[in-house]
């Protein structure tokens, strides 16, 4: 993967290309070949846009690289329900991962079959198991026996006796990752133990409806080495050895995308080819988010003011973390670029949002041209956990949503800028008194 943002087009135009959706030309940020600023001159800040040609490539990319384990593909939803880009996804292929009713929904709306969703989740209701179950659902990943118990006697009123469940092992690994993105550990709530899952599988024959015939592991996200994986993975292996039954191994989610310039994510043919010869007895199942669509989305902003204050340069836009709740929640990182490339000086600008929290803070330190009121600029990498983490806070209306259809030309509002009314919606307007 590209992520150094230099490089020479032609012979002597030097422009910045961050990767082959999202580049400078002529001075102008543009998605494909649509100039990001004509978007939002229509539709307004602020704004996720996404590349439907480069996610399907990240899609197809992942594809390749795990085609020595012949992998299934099943899309996170969380890291991004928008449905144009679910549907995108189908076409490419892909099946889907749940972890509510509200994104088994999602899925269907988006043409999916329930064959093609595996639906997870720590704490699954019988509304949504039922639902899940009524829908045909391709696999169920459990977390809990209480949780197998209600689907054994919900299979049992539908009078499905093969209710494929893939169990989920905490391995007791701890992944190198953000502390709030590890779950394979001990004291995790994810998961079942080894002891648990050897337990029940003993006792298969207790829950008449359901075929065991899947192992589900997921030890966190945006994983930066192989080594937990490999780790958790022959703690599984070890675990199935004595059920053949078992042919199914769902490794979840977890493949690590660059979010800065100067980063390189790590090799998936590498990890493939470390995997490959412990799973060659196996079909495999995949569960990427992040990986799919990080880098396809941007959140576009508009600059509301600039002040100095404190010997600091603050620039408030017009996104917050309402809208990208990323760096306050995990400190994480996302570059900032103006949509319009200048060649002034940079200098050092805090790039904070509206909303009243100390921890509404977009961009720390970073070095940009001098900003003025009304330039806008684009928080990189914001395709995945951006809209579907954004919340109403401060009675802030959720950002519109747009898509750039794989021609890399046409572009569409998928989803309409909430309104006020919106969020108003559902609340009785009847006086208490
Ligand atoms: N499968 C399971 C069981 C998961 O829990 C997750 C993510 C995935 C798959 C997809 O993982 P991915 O390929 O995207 O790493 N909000 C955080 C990420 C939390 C991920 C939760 N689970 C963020 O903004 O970075």
Redesign the pocket.
């Known amino acids: 993967m590209r992520v150094s943002p230099f490089c020479f087009i032609g012979s002597r135009e030097l422009a910045m290309v961050f990767n082959p959706s999202i580049r400078y030309e002529a001075g102008c940020l543009k998605i494909d070949d649509v100039d990001i600023e004509s978007v939002v001159n229509d539709v307004g800040t602020p704004l996720y846009v996404y590349s439907l040609k480069r996610l399907t490539a990240n899609y197809q990319r992942i594809r390749k690289a795990f085609a020595p384990l012949s992998a299934r593909l099943h899309f ?1 939803i ?2 991004n329900g928008n449905l144009d880009v679910l549907r995108a996804l189908k076409r490419a292929g892909a099946g889907f ?1 749940c ?1 509510s009713g509200g994104e088994i929904y999602r899925a269907l709306m988006a043409g999916a079959k329930g064959r093609d969703i595996v639906f ?2 720590v704490g699954k209701t019988r509304d949504e198991i039922r639902y899940a179950i009524h829908n045909g659902i391709g696999w169920i ?1 459990v977390e809990n026996i209480g949780e197998l118990e209600h689907i054994d006697s919900i299979a049992a009123e539908y009078d499905s006796d093969n209710l494929r469940v893939a169990l ?1 092992l905490n391995p007791e690994v701890t992944a190198a990752t ?1 502390p ?2 590890a ?1 394979g550990h001990g004291a995790a709530k ?1 998961g079942l133990t080894a002891d648990v899952i050897r337990e029940l599988l003993r006792r298969q024959e207790r829950y008449p409806q359901i075929d065991f015939s899947g192992i ?1 592991i ?1 030890i ?4 930066g080495d192989s080594e937990a994986t490999l780790a958790a993975l022959d703690k599984l292996l070890a675990l199935v050895k004595p059920w053949p039954q078992i042919k199914k191994i769902n490794l ?5 995308v660059a979010y800065r310039f100067e980063e390189t994510a790590p090799s998936l043919e590498a990890l493939a080819e470390e995997l490959a010869p412990r799973l060659k007895d196996y079909t495999v199942l995949l ?6 669509v990080a880098d396809a989305g941007l959140l576009v902003a508009e600059v509301l003011y600039v002040k100095r204050q404190a010997d600091q340069v603050f620039a408030v836009i017009d996104a917050s973390m309402a809208e990208l ?2 760096p306050a ?2 400190g ?1 990182h996302h570059e900032i670029v103006p949509l319009r490339e200048a060649d002034e000086e940079s200098i050092t600008t805090q790039v904070v949002g509206p909303v009243c929290e100390s921890a509404d803070v977009l961009a720390r330190d970073r070095q940009l041209p001098p900003l003025q009121p009304g330039d806008k600029v684009a928080l990189m990498t914001a395709g ?2 951006g809209m579907t ?1 954004a919340s109403n806070y401060n009675a802030r209306p959720r950002p519109a949503e747009v898509v750039v259809a794989e021609d890399g030309m046409s572009w569409r509002v998928s989803r309409r800028r909430e309104t006020v009314e919106d969020m108003l919606k559902g609340e009785t307007s009847i006086r208490w008194s």
């Not at 966190?220 to 994983?223: F, H, I, N, R, V």
């Open positions: 996170s969380k890291a991962d972890v997870a989740g990943n989920r953000h709030y993105m779950t994810f589900h997921h966190g996200s945006q994983l979840g989610g977890g493949l690590p569960e990427p988010g992040r990986s799919v709740m990323r929640l995990y994480a995945a956990y983490m």
